[in-house]
Each structure stands twice: as C-alpha cells, then as structure tokens.
C-alpha cells in the first residue's frame, strides 16, 4: 500500500451485492437486467451455507453469467471453492491470518478484497498484508455485519471513506444503504460504490436501479 494518491479525479464505478442465493436460477433474470443497465466493474456474491460442491456448482452456475457482463465476481466463501468455481476473487471478513492465506494462495491471478473492518488500523493492515481493496459499511444482513454486531452508520462509512481516498493507494469501496448514497460516497472519491438490496428490491426494476446510480455517479454531476 502507498500514501500520496494521484490527485486526479476518481471516476467511480459500480459494485453489486447479491442476496444470500442458494440455487441462483431465480435471481439471474434480475442480475442480466442489472448487468446490461450500464457498467458494473464487479458483483460480490453471498451464498447460503452448503457443503464446497454445492457451492462450487453454484459459482460455476453464476460465473459466466457475471464475466460475459465484463464484470468480476468476487464471492464470499473458501479459498478451494472460489478457485473451483471461476470466480475471479475472494469477499473476506477481516482477520489477519484468513487474508494472509487468501492473499498466498490467489495473488497475483485472483483478486482479494477485505470487508468486515472494525477500525482504521485493521483497514490499514488489510492494505499493507495485501488486499486488492477494503470496503468500509456493510449490507444490514451479511454475515460481516452480523458477525461485527454493528452496522456502521452511513455518514460514518462516508467520512472514513473519504480518509482512506484522500490517503491511501488501495481502491476503497463504499457501501451504500440507497440508491441516493451513491452520489455521497462519489464526491468524496470512492473508488467503488456498492449497492445491494436497493437494486434488487427497487420499485422499477434493477435495470432502473442502476442506471439512477450511475448518474448520480458520473463526473460533473455530483452536487
């Protein structure tokens, strides 16, 4: 990790967050539309609890789908499974020796990203012990969030979002609890913004969804 970040504009991109899926097939129709909306630099996939073949099957199932969307997908579960299933990274809840294993044994081909993040010093050992990205505030019912037993408030996730843009080299993703969050997170330099139920649950469809978020994204439109 490196201090003194390119004082360039941020263009900030897009990151999806599924539901807990078990069997995927009723929540593709949702993610195509999603994927076709506009840009989505990657979908973070969370996966009830199964045994490794169930769920390499089920990112086997949901991989192709994501990756001909030129996204990545990165997926919460065993290193062994998002290898097996062609995922393009790991979705980690911070602890030291899980992201020390994950970042051994899938850098440089897979990405690692660290979530889950207590403090400032924990973010900052994520960064320096290798971690492609940290994402401050969490989806009100991941398993990080309740494994933490807080959900970070939003203003929260935005103030610590922009120390970390303004500081350091390793992309940040901000975790957004609306649509309309996306715009805050974008104007402090988040490398990435994540959406989940605000996408899939949105009143007009998560092709609609997305596209609201991509604009209050876009350079020269946030206030």
Do not use: C
């Amino acid at each position: 990790m490196r201090e003194d970040r390119n004082p360039a504009p941020v263009v900030t991109q897009l990151v999806l967050v599924t539901p807990v899926l078990g069997d995927s097939a009723e929540f593709l129709p949702a993610l195509s539309a999603a994927l076709a909306a506009g840009p989505v630099a990657a979908v973070i996939a969370r996966f009830e609890a199964s045994d490794e073949r169930t769920l390499v099957n089920r990112i086997k199932d949901l991989a192709p789908r994501v990756q001909a969307g030129s996204a990545a997908l990165m997926v919460e579960g065993p290193v062994e499974a998002v290898v097996r299933g062609g995922a393009d990274g790991i979705h980690l809840v911070y602890e030291p020796d899980a992201l020390a294993e994950a970042v051994s044994r899938l850098a440089p081909q897979r990405m690692v990203g660290v979530a889950g993040l207590k403090s400032k010093d924990d973010a900052m050992a994520a960064g320096e012990a290798g971690a492609d990205y940290v994402m401050f505030g969490e989806p009100a019912v991941s398993r990080h969030a309740e494994k933490n037993g807080v959900v970070p408030p939003f203003h929260a996730v935005v103030e610590r979002v922009a120390w970390w843009a303004e500081v350091f080299e390793v992309p940040v993703v901000g975790y957004a609890p609306d649509i309309e969050g996306a715009a805050a997170l974008a104007k402090v330099n988040a490398d990435f913004v994540a959406l989940g139920a605000p996408v899939w649950d949105h009143a007009e469809g998560p092709a609609v969804a997305v596209a609201r978020a991509l604009a209050l994204m876009a350079p020269g439109t946030v206030p």
